[in-house]
């Protein structure tokens, strides 16, 4: 009977992350054109933090009941899946044109953020509260700028990723949609874990790797959802903003509530898991330097390496 009742909550989890990506796909195109913000800041902030929440919760919860291989894994496969599976599958959809403010700022960012948690990770197996409050300190000033920068420069047309439908929303129903399309996706995103970790936990796979493959891909459902919506209705900008907008995230805001919380301490982890992280997100910076558009080919292959990566936990955990 218990098996009956997580595998239904599964596919209702699967169904409200589809519809709460629509719900904030749309609330958020309307806000970023209400209030000036470009759509790519919108899905670098906004949108990237909203389906980002799933992570946040179940890393600080982790945190606190000293599951650290929980709280880190997630982050750390999050990312992994954010750039191999949500972004390889949204550029085989359609191409994804890279606007060119993402080789300025952010995907820098990125990088650095992802070399400096693989440090901490070497010094101590985790992440300390001095190091959890530069995380913190960082995703505050990065959010700030970006929506400062966006206002300064107003919208363009089309902000390098399709035409942008300008559509008069009500404001308070685009808040709306932004609201439900988040509760939506949180709670849709917890369904799902707890059928995939119930499962998991049912065939004996270590704690590490289940917060690497399963907790990382069941929370990153929310990221997948939107990306693959942003694609198909020709929003590139918030499909590619919010993969790199979330994996700084991931590692700045998350990395810096939970250890504020708790220090994270992750034994089960291993070095090779961050060099990985940091593998991908450099073949994505590479793909955006040489040719300004995530192609197919390359989509299908990020998907390829995210396949592999997979395949190397399932032999780590027989």
Same mark, same amino acid.
């Given at each position: 009977?218990?098996?009956?009742?997580?595998?239904?909550?599964?596919?209702?989890?699967?169904?409200?992350?589809?519809?709460?990506?629509?719900?904030?796909?749309?609330?958020?195109?309307?806000?970023?054109?209400?209030?000036?913000?470009?759509?790519?800041?919108?899905?670098?902030?906004?949108?990237?933090?909203?389906?980002?929440?799933?992570?946040?919760?179940?890393?600080?919860?982790?945190?606190?009941?000293?599951?650290?291989?929980?709280?880190?894994?997630?982050?750390?496969?999050?990312?992994?899946?954010?750039?191999?599976?949500?972004?390889?599958?949204?550029?085989?959809?359609?191409?994804?044109? =890279?606007?060119? #403010?993402?080789?300025?700022?952010?995907?820098? /960012? @990125?990088?650095?953020?992802?070399? &400096? *948690?693989? !440090?901490? %990770?070497?010094?101590?197996?985790?992440?300390?509260?001095?190091?959890?409050?530069?995380?913190?300190?960082?995703?505050?000033?990065?959010?700030?700028?970006?929506?400062?920068?966006?206002?300064?420069?107003?919208?363009?047309?089309?902000?390098?990723?399709?035409? =942008?439908?300008? #559509?008069?929303?009500?404001?308070?129903?685009? /808040? @709306?949609?932004?609201?439900?399309? &988040? *509760?939506? !996706?949180? %709670?849709?995103?917890?369904?799902?874990?707890?059928?995939?970790?119930?499962?998991?936990?049912?065939?004996?796979?270590?704690?590490?790797?289940?917060?690497?493959?399963?907790?990382?891909?069941?929370?990153?459902?929310?990221?997948?959802?939107?990306?693959?919506?942003?694609?198909? #209705?020709?929003?590139?900008?918030?499909?590619?903003?919010?993969?790199?907008?979330?994996?700084?995230?991931?590692?700045?805001?998350?990395?810096?509530?939970?250890?504020?919380?708790?220090?994270?301490?992750?034994?089960?982890?291993?070095?090779?898991?961050?060099?990985?992280?940091?593998?991908?997100?450099?073949?994505?910076?590479?793909?955006?330097?040489?040719?300004?558009?995530?192609?197919?080919?390359?989509?299908?292959?990020?998907?390829?390496?995210?396949?592999?990566?997979?395949?190397?936990?399932?032999?780590?955990?027989?």
């Amino acid at each position: 009977m218990d098996w009956f009742i997580q595998i239904l909550l599964g596919i209702l989890g699967g169904v409200m992350l589809y519809f709460g990506a629509e719900f904030l796909v749309k609330g958020g195109v309307s806000i970023a054109l209400k209030f000036k913000i470009s759509p790519l800041v919108i899905g670098l902030t906004l949108v990237a933090f909203a389906t980002s929440a799933p992570e946040l919760v179940v890393s600080v919860v982790s945190s606190l009941q000293g599951h650290g291989d929980v709280a880190l894994g997630n982050v750390t496969g999050s990312n992994i899946c954010n750039i191999g599976l949500i972004l390889g599958l949204s550029a085989l959809i359609a191409p994804l044109p =890279v606007n060119r #403010k993402l080789l300025k700022l952010d995907m820098p /960012l @990125l990088m650095a953020s992802s070399l &400096l *948690l693989t !440090l901490f %990770f070497w010094l101590n197996q985790g992440v300390n509260r001095w190091q959890g409050a530069v995380f913190f300190a960082g995703i505050i000033a990065y959010t700030a700028w970006s929506v400062i920068a966006s206002r300064r420069e107003g919208v363009p047309e089309s902000d390098g990723g399709g035409e =942008v439908e300008i #559509k008069e929303v009500n404001t308070w129903l685009s /808040l @709306l949609l932004v609201v439900g399309g &988040l *509760l939506m !996706l949180t %709670f849709g995103a917890r369904f799902f874990v707890n059928c995939a970790t119930f499962i998991a936990g049912k065939l004996g796979v270590p704690e590490a790797v289940v917060a690497l493959t399963v907790v990382a891909l069941g929370t990153s459902l929310p990221e997948l959802a939107t990306s693959v919506v942003a694609a198909l #209705k020709h929003e590139q900008d918030i499909a590619v903003g919010n993969v790199v907008g979330s994996n700084i995230f991931n590692i700045l805001c998350i990395m810096g509530a939970a250890p504020l919380v708790k220090p994270v301490t992750a034994p089960g982890l291993r070095f090779f898991d961050f060099g990985v992280m940091l593998l991908f997100a450099a073949a994505l910076y590479v793909m955006m330097l040489c040719g300004k558009k995530i192609t197919r080919a390359e989509g299908a292959l990020l998907l390829v390496m995210n396949c592999v990566y997979t395949g190397v936990l399932v032999a780590r955990a027989l």
